[in-house]
């Protein structure tokens, strides 16, 4: 099976808006191959040919004066086409970043810098699912799955990409380990090979909940909707899917 190779991104910018002309000024990327770092990484500071915005400045710290020597885009572009090749990308809010590097590829003439990767995850999406009505900045997540981000004074592309990886791997904790075990080529904890075994034929026990559990996960659900303020979206389908008996 082939290994699963991820890379965690992030970039700093002029502004906020590359479709008004604000341009990429960082970049930073980390591997994750089968789910763990491998070490290696991608970091660029970029010319951007323009001014800063004071407001971007006030959250990265970055200024022309520092980018002056550092190169412009298309002398690091094949870099990092070549890091990102055919990965998974994880990126926090990803179509903010998407949109400067698919804008930076077309002012180099170059196809939109996404039809080089597999996949994206946009980590905020999935952490607006997973925490409904709550912050999900990185510096937020950082602080509710137990990830010291004391260090992290001023944004910075390189360090927010290495967050980022310690978020999404804590955010996902527990999903696909087999198949991380089988991606590791079957190799148990003592280093010896293991039989593949076919699951196909596997028949799992149904267990159904019990009316108390039921109860208590409808509890649960409207503790959640209720913090939310009504925005949860599976209020009515929960509602729905408790017994008659419940439902009063």
């Known amino acids: 099976m082939p290994a699963m190779r991820q890379i965690v991104l992030d970039t700093e910018t002029t502004g906020l808006n590359a479709a008004t002309g604000d341009r990429l000024i960082e970049i930073g990327c980390v591997e994750l191959v089968n789910r763990r770092l ?7 500071y970029v010319h951007p040919e323009r001014d800063i915005d004071e407001g971007a400045i006030a959250v990265h710290g970055i200024t022309l004066e520092f980018l002056a020597d550092k190169p412009k885009f298309g002398e690091i572009v094949h870099h990092v086409r070549e890091f990102v090749e055919g990965a998974e990308l994880i990126i926090h809010n990803a179509a903010f970043d998407l949109g400067f590097l698919d804008m930076e590829f077309q002012l180099l003439g170059l196809p939109p810098f996404r039809e080089h990767v597999a996949n994206v995850i946009d980590t905020l999406r999935e952490a607006r699912q997973m925490f409904p009505g709550k912050r999900n900045s990185l510096d937020a997540l950082c602080d509710r799955l137990g990830i010291s981000n004391a260090h992290r004074t001023l944004h910075g592309a390189l360090l927010d990409a290495e967050l980022l ?3 999404y791997l804590a955010m996902t904790r ?11 080529g079957g190799a148990g904890a003592s280093g010896n090979a293991i039989a593949s075994a076919d699951l196909s034929r596997l028949q799992l026990p149904v267990l159904a909940p019990t009316a108390e559990e039921l ?3 409808a509890m649960v659900l409207k503790s959640l909707d209720d913090e939310s303020r009504g925005k949860t979206v599976w209020k009515e389908i929960a509602a729905a899917e408790v017994p008659t008996d419940l439902a009063a």
């Open 38 to 44: 491998t070490g290696r990484h991608l970091h660029y």
């Open 165 to 167: 990886a310690e978020v």
């Open 215 to 217: 109860a208590a996960h």
């Open 174 to 184: 527990g999903q696909n380990s087999l198949v991380i075990d089988m991606l590791d």
